[in-house]
């Protein structure tokens, strides 16, 4: 069982930055591969970015790339997005979610947190 808290949201103008956190329980965070979804209002949930496990590799929708950054600690249980240049059409509840699957797949992730907001004004 992995239990995921994230933190970090808030309200940033646009071209501003924000930094979210997600911690961890339990020992086996080294074992997950973790990623980073979106949902805005009335739309579906999507893919952000994901790392694998040791960090070595990580992948992001085109949509953010170039501006976002994953990076995870997994002495510290923790995962990080570092979010650069935000637009408005970022604004969305952020969630993270572990998976021992694909990271592609959202249905392969098998633990979510409850999400934190950003709002990106203009």
């Known amino acids: 069982q992995v239990q995921l808290v994230e933190s970090g949201g808030g309200l940033v103008q646009a071209g501003g930055s924000l930094r979210l956190s997600c911690a961890a329980s339990?020992?086996?965070?080294?074992?997950?591969?973790m990623g980073w979804f979106r949902q805005a209002p009335g739309k579906e949930r999507e893919f952000v970015t994901a790392?694998?496990?040791?960090?070595?590799?990580?992948y992001y929708a085109d949509s953010v790339k170039g501006r976002f950054t994953i990076s995870r600690d997994n002495a510290k249980n923790t995962v990080y997005l570092q979010m650069n240049s935000l637009k408005p059409e970022d604004t969305a509840r952020y969630y993270c979610?572990?998976?021992?699957?694909?990271?592609?797949?959202?249905?392969?992730?098998?633990?979510w947190g409850q999400g934190t907001q950003v709002t990106v004004s203009s």
């Open positions: 979610a572990a998976t021992q699957g694909s990271m592609w797949i959202r249905s392969a992730y098998d633990y």
């Open positions: 790392i694998s496990l040791s960090g070595a590799s990580t």
């Open positions: 339990g020992r086996t965070f080294s074992s997950y591969r």
